[in-house]
């Protein structure tokens, strides 16, 4: 979301109206996006699946206030939408709302109970960190998962305040009885079956003495030119040509998503939310239950990306799907 653009409410905007609103480029500056986290002074980020409600009321309210002829100005309303999205979160009232409703809300998660078990069952430690308060992951989990949910996990960490606890020290882990109530001891261990509240990764990695490698975390929030005679009728093959790539593209976007296409590529460019996807994890999946299809021992590999040099000879090796080495007399002339 620019803020300095016009809201169009639930109508898309045109192409050319935001190509038109970045200066005639597709590419947006830079001094807009500020950090690896897409909070720029003017531009928002919506990169997880946690920004569809907050995309779907911005629209909504935005809509109201252009049909009704209300004023208003973009960075407050944006600001106020925010806040009240905070509120509803940080007090509680989103999880009351759910909790009555566990159907309508929740799936069951027949998948990711078989891929937890599947987990113990190979003899690995599991732990839960979330945001969430212990009364409402307790419902959620067995309504998901089933009532012996905590079985499956060594540690369970709630209302964790992340991204903070990755980085703050201060905060020291507190213990919660069954009812969800703070008790009062000073934490030396984390122990199986026993429910914490706040801490820091750097005591979760001292208590347990998990490290590195062989710790595998789970997250769901979260970046042709053609050649040509410039006579009259090549320049009309050339609008030709190009009035079908547009065409094949729109088509392609709209397999995708018709609103946004892929979240993962803008034409043939990865999207920021692809490079920031990159950035920060070493495995991406649809859902968690895809690991269902590997070997828990499964070792998984980088794709090997070629270096601009190396990009003629991998495209056509990539178009053919062969992936041999280039002859050594092919790359002669790239050194």
Not at 34 to 61: A, C, H, N, R
Not at 299 to 308: C, M
Request: hydrophobic letters at 40%; proline letters at 4%.
């Amino acid at each position: 979301m620019h803020l300095k653009a016009k809201g169009k409410g639930l109508k898309p905007v045109p192409d050319e109206e935001v190509i038109e609103l970045y200066g005639g480029t597709q590419h947006i500056p830079l001094y807009q996006m500020s950090d690896f986290y897409g909070k720029g002074p003017s531009l928002k980020q919506f990169m997880d699946i946690f920004s569809l409600p907050e995309m779907t009321l911005l629209s909504s309210v935005i809509d109201y206030f252009i049909t009704h002829g209300i004023e208003f100005d973009q960075v407050h309303l944006y600001k106020d939408i925010s806040d009240a999205i905070r509120d509803v979160h940080v007090k509680g009232v989103m999880y009351k709302w759910i909790e009555k409703d566990l159907e309508q809300y929740i799936l069951h998660g027949d998948e990711i109970y078989a891929v937890l078990n599947r987990l113990v069952n190979h003899k690995k430690k599991l732990f839960l960190i979330t945001n969430s308060p212990f009364s409402f992951v307790d419902k959620g989990m067995k309504h998901m998962v089933g009532k012996n949910w905590r079985d499956l996990f060594d540690m369970v960490i709630v209302q964790a305040d992340k991204p903070n606890f990755f980085t703050d020290r201060r905060k020291p882990f507190r213990k919660l009885d069954d009812k969800g109530s703070l008790q009062w001891d000073k934490i030396n261990q984390l122990e199986k079956g026993k429910i914490y509240k706040e801490g820091n990764l750097f005591d979760f990695l001292r208590l347990t003495g998990w490290r590195g490698s062989k710790v595998l975390y789970f997250g769901d929030h979260l970046y042709s030119d053609l050649a040509m005679y410039q006579d009259a009728e090549s320049k009309q093959v050339l609008l030709e040509w190009m009035k079908e790539r547009q065409e094949i593209r729109s088509l392609t976007k709209n397999l995708f998503n018709p609103q946004f296409g892929s979240i993962f590529r803008t034409f043939h460019n990865p999207t920021y939310f692809s490079r920031r996807l990159v950035r920060f994890s070493d495995i991406y999946m649809a859902s968690i239950s895809c690991l269902l299809n590997y070997d828990v021992n499964f070792t998984f590999y980088p794709r090997r990306t070629p270096l601009q040099h190396e990009a003629p000879l991998w495209m056509d090796q990539l178009c053919t799907g062969c992936m041999k080495t280039p002859f050594l007399e092919e790359m002669v002339h790239i050194r």
